[in-house]
């Protein structure tokens, strides 16, 4: 439910894994086209904190 709500109103979404940056970008590219292979298991669930 809050990633569906940042997709809705964020222009820009960051990935923190361990306090580190991994992704910043746009958010459309974010979650449409995420280049950080961490950012794509993040969103689909596989990789949980």
Known sequence: MLIAKARRLASRC???IEGKL?????AAQFF???RD???RAFLSGE???
């Open 22 to 26: 991994v992704e910043v970008s746009p």
């Open 32 to 34: 449409e086209a995420p």
């Open 47 to 49: 990789f949980v904190f």
């Open 37 to 39: 292979p961490r950012t």
């Open 14 to 16: 960051a990935l923190l």
